[in-house]
């Protein structure tokens, strides 16, 4: 089945070359940068990304996690389409990716012109954003747990 964004492609006027455009990365990548702005959403036509993210650990010393994987027909960098805020991670292929990027500013006027598909755009990047914080709350959960245990106040909890 294909997703909304992957019907919105064959649209005759949403346009290839004024809307989107597809563009080709190799592995290792990187897509989108953690605190810069794109103006974009993208699409994941096809291949492998990887969503990461820069942590201070104190002075100089930097970790980049690897937060989750993406699939062919997933939409990432939609929190810019919402607020217009630079990207809150980054995004490295993990194998040669098409990318569908889709520029903001066009994509919200095609779903004013368009609220049928407007609705259903939102209605799914809604779905994604809540199912993204379940995960996110889980893990986040887990870590405050494991902190509580490590630093002894596991005790004091029950």
């Known amino acids: 089945m294909k997703t909304i964004f992957n019907q919105l492609l064959e649209r005759p006027n949403f346009k290839e070359g004024v809307v989107w455009k597809k563009v080709h990365f190799e592995t290792n990548e990187t897509i989108i940068k953690e605190d810069e702005s794109s103006g974009c959403v993208y699409l994941l036509f096809s ?5 990461v993210a820069n942590i201070s650990m104190g002075g ?3 970790l980049h996690p690897g ?11 939609e929190l810019s389409l919402i607020d217009n805020e630079p990207h809150s991670t980054s995004v490295v292929a993990i ?21 049928v598909d407007g609705y259903r755009v939102f209605r799914a990047l809604s779905k994604t954003l809540v199912e993204r914080l379940r995960k996110t709350n889980a893990k986040a959960f887990s870590l405050y747990a494991w902190g509580l245990k490590v630093h002894g106040f596991e005790e004091y909890l029950k």
């Open 95 to 115: 194998g040669e990716c098409e990318i569908v990027v889709i520029k903001n500013d066009l994509f919200l006027a095609y779903l004013d012109e368009n609220p």
């Open 67 to 77: 937060f989750r994987d993406l699939e062919a027909g997933e939409v990432f960098g």
């Open 60 to 62: 100089e010393r930097m």
């Open 47 to 51: 291949g492998k990304a990887r969503v």
